[in-house]
């Protein structure tokens, strides 16, 4: 069983940036790979990017690349989403996901966090 409390969500201006954490509780959490979706009010939840259970290899949608940073500390059993050049449309639950692989469809994950707010003000 694993466990997952995403945190560093907040307010930004637009242009801005954040760093968002996901802590693993649990074991084997390098076994995992990890995935990052949101879900936007009033819209389907959307994968934004993941990294693989070693971190050699990282995948972005498309809306984001460029712009947010996936890593991850096997050692702390974290793996982090930098945000930058944030707008109004990334604001969002952000959420992640471990499951046996990279993947853009959410059933091929097996533990979710709960999510933290990302807001972009205008």
């Known amino acids: 069983q694993v466990q997952l409390v995403e945190l560093g969500g907040g307010l930004v201006q637009a242009g801005g940036s954040l760093r968002l954490s996901c802590a693993a509780s649990?074991?084997?959490?390098?076994?995992?790979?990890m995935g990052w979706f949101r879900r936007a009010p009033g819209k389907e939840r959307e994968f934004v990017g993941g990294?693989?259970?070693?971190?050699?290899?990282?995948y972005y949608a498309d809306s984001v690349k460029g712009r947010f940073t996936i890593s991850r500390d096997n050692a702390k059993n974290t793996v982090y989403l930098e945000v930058n050049r944030l707008t109004p449309e990334d604001t969002a639950v952000y959420l992640c996901?471990?499951?046996?692989?990279?993947?853009?469809?959410?059933?091929?994950?097996?533990?979710w966090g709960q999510g933290t707010q990302v807001t972009v003000s205008s």
């Open positions: 649990g074991r084997f959490f390098s076994s995992y790979a």
């Open positions: 990294i693989s259970q070693g971190g050699e290899r990282t």
């Open positions: 996901a471990a499951g046996p692989i990279v993947a853009t469809i959410e059933r091929l994950y097996n533990y």
